[in-house]
């Protein structure tokens, strides 16, 4: 008992020790599509400058809302844009509003498993719509046959698979499919958990990618990065050009530029289905969200300071990690965007 | 005046001693206060946990009244919840897995308290408490890459060649669903019911083995019709204990159910239970009504486990009221 109540007390006091040495530390929660990104930039970051800590908790795009709304963590992350009404939360509770800064990209690549197909298909935003609303259910339907001549699709059900837990890579898919489907839009809709018409729920990328492995004729949906690390088989997809792109940063990339003439002042954009000849349709921009007025100014300085950094030597860690980076001219905008933070 | 300054806060600490002396004297006194302070703690914590998560779901309440009970329709995009799939899944796969995990662990406690040599029985326990210790998600895992596989390939087909002409083994073969999730959480609830099962059959007093034994019955007849009906009480306490441990599971319930909140007859179909769709999807509920449901979901489990509690006791007192009978005749 005495030697464990020692050690906790060594423990505790060297936590203390270094807590104490850091002086400035920030917290920030939220999105979990980032976190290995974002954990890279703040240890990067204190090593530029170590009197900086910056702690960074995954809790989740609607915890991250939540907290930095109700003010518990100085920052916070979303893989979806917060709604007017989240906005109008935040500014009446505080009286000033909350700005979105986006950080990298990702995307969601459309998997499968058929028995004997081990050529990359090619989905129709149709395809991928019907499949997703029951309307598709055999794998030689014409609507994904007819995209992928000379491969011998079986008549076989598909099965499909989504994520069960609430998660931006749902709300980026959805998100891409209520755009391309009149009939998804109204009927089943956008957001992070959805009323899904058919299917199974895998809990996590690795759940999907888990269940479309080891089942038969499934078809289900996971991030860019799960399936380029997972070395997984994907497919590509038709964009607003009607060029088959398959997902890999440079489209991705390509789709955020696509969108940049669009992009509104608070960044506050949807990039799926983005125009341009190369853009990869299923991407999204993942944010910061940052309040605009701080009552710490060390604080605030040191955050700007972050986010400057990460816009320009931040960038060059993404691919590293498989993320896509944002394009210059969202740099340069968000570079002036900073100013606004007070 | 400085004399009398300062013997009389004096007399205050020598008052105080003496009573305090007085009361350490009667240390039962003291012993009997904390120790009710402990207890009612317990039904403190009951209380508070039951007002946040009617407090916290008040929203929801008044939105959906009873008609949360029994809507079938859970989309967060239009804000439409209902409690029914998750409450059926709960009880399906609960129900599943007591009828799979009471049998076998009884059948194991007899062999291990009764007739198995002390160091067998010794060893085994060992291991038992080991596969108690376990942590759910491990059981999920195993769940998702072992029994998943199986059930599509052999037994899902094999089911629905025998006994398909039952409703319960009818429809596509995922191998996730209300089966497999009963059978992984049978397999991780025996341990519960064979570990406290054991302990009761032992305590049984050897008095009554001998007894029945002097009156010329087999080994096995002392076993069945004295000493299992006399730690019925405790046996019952076992399944009290498993049934807690299946409704509230979550992990590895959500690894295997299949996450889509549907109402079957069909055990092969997917379905979703509630505490798995709290885990599932409570971190990125966004919206004041999401999260008051899903909370209210919360407040539904306590009542369901209230209630099933509350059935299961008056089962066994039925039972054991009709065994004290016969014994009577």
């Known amino acids: 008992m005495k030697r464990i109540a020692a050690i906790l007390l060594v423990t505790f006091g060297v936590a203390t020790f270094f807590v104490a040495r850091a002086a400035l530390s920030i917290t920030g929660a939220g999105a979990t599509f980032p976190y290995p990104m974002y954990s890279k930039w703040f240890e990067e970051y204190h090593k530029k400058d170590s009197s900086i800590e910056i702690n960074y908790q995954s809790i989740g795009s609607g915890g991250g809302i939540r907290q930095v709304t109700e003010g518990t963590v100085d920052f916070g992350a979303t893989d979806g844009p917060m709604n007017d009404e989240q906005l109008k939360a935040f500014q009446d509770k505080h009286g000033f509003p909350v700005l979105h800064f986006p950080t990298v990209l990702g995307a969601d690549v459309p998997t499968y498993n058929i028995p004997g197909v081990s050529a990359e298909l090619n989905f129709t935003p149709e395809a991928l719509a019907g499949i997703f609303l029951g309307r598709i259910t055999k794998w030689n339907d014409p609507a994904i046959a007819g995209a992928n001549k000379g491969v011998n699709l079986p008549g076989n059900d598909i099965i499909v698979v989504h994520r069960s837990d609430g998660s931006g890579t749902t709300y980026i898919w959805t998100d891409y499919l209520s755009k391309v489907s009149e009939e998804w839009k109204n009927k089943v809709g956008k957001g992070t958990s959805v009323n899904w018409p058919v299917g199974l729920g895998g809990k996590g990328n690795e759940g999907v990618s888990g269940l479309v492995k080891q089942t038969p004729n499934a078809f289900g949906y996971v991030e860019l990065i799960y399936a380029v690390q997972s070395k997984m088989l994907y497919g590509s997809v038709k964009n607003s050009s009607g060029a088959f792109i398959k997902a890999d940063l440079g489209s991705v990339t390509a789709a955020a530029a696509g969108a940049v003439k669009t992009m509104p002042d608070d960044f506050r954009v949807s990039i799926t289905d983005a125009p341009g000849k190369t853009a990869y349709p299923i991407s999204s921009f993942t944010w910061l969200l940052i309040p605009s007025k701080f009552s710490d100014a060390g604080k605030r300085d040191a955050l700007k300071g972050f986010v400057k950094w990460m816009l320009a030597d931040g960038q060059n860690y993404t691919e590293a990690l498989s993320y896509a980076k944002l394009p210059k001219e969202v740099v340069a905008k968000e570079e002036k965007a900073l100013n606004n933070i007070q | ?329």
């Open chain 2, 1 to 329: 005046m400085s004399t009398a300054s300062t013997t009389l806060p004096s007399a205050g600490p020598v008052a105080g001693s003496r009573s305090f002396f007085s009361r350490l004297r009667e240390g039962d006194e003291i012993a009997r206060m904390i120790t009710f302070v402990f207890a009612a703690s317990v039904v403190i914590l009951t209380v508070l946990l039951v007002f946040e998560l009617w407090n916290g779901s008040s929203l929801a309440r008044h939105k959906f009244g009873l008609a949360f009970f029994v809507t079938r329709v859970w989309d967060p995009v239009f804000e439409q919840f209902g409690a029914l799939p998750f409450i059926y899944g709960t009880v399906v796969t609960s129900v599943v897995a007591l009828v799979l995990a009471v049998p076998l662990g009884i059948g194991a406690a007899i062999f291990l308290a009764e007739l198995a040599p002390a160091r067998v029985s010794d060893t085994l326990q060992f291991f038992i408490d080991l596969l108690a210790a376990v942590p759910s998600v491990i059981y999920g895992l195993l769940g998702l890459f072992i029994v998943v596989p199986l059930m599509r390939e052999y037994v899902q087909p094999a089911l629905k060649n025998t006994l398909g002409f039952l409703p319960l083994f009818q429809g596509p073969a995922y191998g996730l669903g209300f089966l497999t999730a009963g059978i992984v959480l049978a397999i991780m609830v025996i341990p519960y019911i064979i570990s406290v099962s054991r302990e009761v059959l032992l305590s049984v007093p050897r008095d009554q083995r001998e007894a029945a034994l002097a009156l010329g019955s087999t080994r096995w007849e002392s076993t069945w019709k004295v000493v299992v009906p006399f730690a019925r009480t405790g046996i019952m306490g076992s399944i009290f204990l498993a049934l807690a441990r299946a409704l509230g599971e979550t992990m590895a319930v959500s690894m295997v159910i299949g996450n889509a909140p549907t109402i079957s007859a069909s055990l092969f179909s997917p379905g979703d239970s509630i505490a798995s769709i709290i885990a599932n999807q409570f971190s990125e509920a966004t919206g004041e009504l999401y999260t008051q449901s899903l909370i209210e979901l919360g407040l539904v489990l306590f009542l369901l486990t209230f209630i099933l509690n509350g059935l299961a006791r008056i089962l066994i007192l039925a039972t054991t009221q009709r065994g004290s009978d016969m014994g009577n005749a």
